[in-house]
């Protein structure tokens, strides 16, 4: 692995046509880098990367990484982002989670052996469950219902840090974890069925904005410059164990709710549904580890954050 500072480096990132991966393609296009970008196209979509198909230093390989990773040549890190992410997205897709989780990282592990790699793992905040502890910060071992439903990405997120870690501690790879909590911004799906893309699309349309349960579970969202940066610097840094990246800013889902519709300035009704089953009461990282190993922490607030997703959601709905 070649590993000055400013080198152009080869870089495969799974799961690159997602939300998230898409936007870190980019980022590392822009910071000089030559990139893979695989995928599947399970939730993500070629849309999201159409942009960056003609530059010369992008390549991309559609492949389910369940299924034997081949890259020619050498590589320099592994971002693997693989996986649904969305709750919606995941419920239908109990078994694909789950196998993408173990199977694919198992593979991206073993392609990270085969050619030296770094690897960086998208782990979550679900690995905390429903928690008992806030807020969460890594040491906390979390509260999960294995066989519930959520279950499958919490268990499959779980294992991959497990298998992560035996990969550094068994063979010596090179890994760095990365616990994400709440990401938001340009390039969610519209239909996702995660928060944002929800209350903002039903803001613009005028129709109901749906709360689940009485809102007053919390959360607390990461713009996604902010993730894209954050994960950018874990993967140079030197941390093996796990590291929350987030925004601490928590609020109740009430009154995201209504934040949004604010900002849309709409004047759809609050609905209230059903909570789904084991969705967590509460949510917030804990960054002191982040600020401490990787000098990060959010830099883009809520509303500015908001006021771009909702400029994306506008043109996407023509609303
Ligand atoms: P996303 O659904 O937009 O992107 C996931 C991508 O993985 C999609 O492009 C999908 O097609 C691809 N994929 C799924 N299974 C695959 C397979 N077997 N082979 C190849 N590609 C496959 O989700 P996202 O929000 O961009 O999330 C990206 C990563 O970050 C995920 O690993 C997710 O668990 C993690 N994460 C995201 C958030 C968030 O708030 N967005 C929070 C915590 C963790
Ligand atoms: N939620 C909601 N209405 C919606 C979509 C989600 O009230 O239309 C709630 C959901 O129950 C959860 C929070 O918003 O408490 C965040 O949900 P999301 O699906 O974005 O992700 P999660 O944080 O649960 O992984």
New binding site residues.
Partial sequence: MRVCAGDMMKILV????????SHLCGYLLDNGHEVIC????????KDNISHLLSNKNFEFIN????EFITIDGPLDYIFH??????PV?YLELPI?TL??GSL?THNALGLAKAKNARFLL?????VYGDPQVHPQSESYWGNVNCIGPRGV?DEA?RFAEALTLAYHRTHGIDTRIAR?????GEK??MN?G?VVPNFMTQALKGEPITVYGDGSQTRSFCYISDMVTGLYNLMLSSEIEPVNLGNPEEMSIIDFANRIKKLAGSDSEIVFKDLPIDDPKTRQPDITKARRVLGWEPRVSLDEGLKKTMEWFRVMTGY
Avoid: C, W
């Avoid at 799974?14 to 991966?21: A, E, S, V």
């Avoid at 695989?38 to 979509?45: A, E, F, H, I, P």
């Avoid at 982002?81 to 969305?86: G, T, V």
């Fill in positions: 799974t799961g690159g046509t997602g939300f998230i991966g695989m995928d599947n196209l399970l939730t993500g979509s492949h389910d990484v369940t982002l693989a996986s649904p992410a969305s997205d694909q196998k993408v694919g998208a782990s979550t905040s679900e990405y997120k994400i909590f709440n990401t938001f969610m799906r996702d995660r």
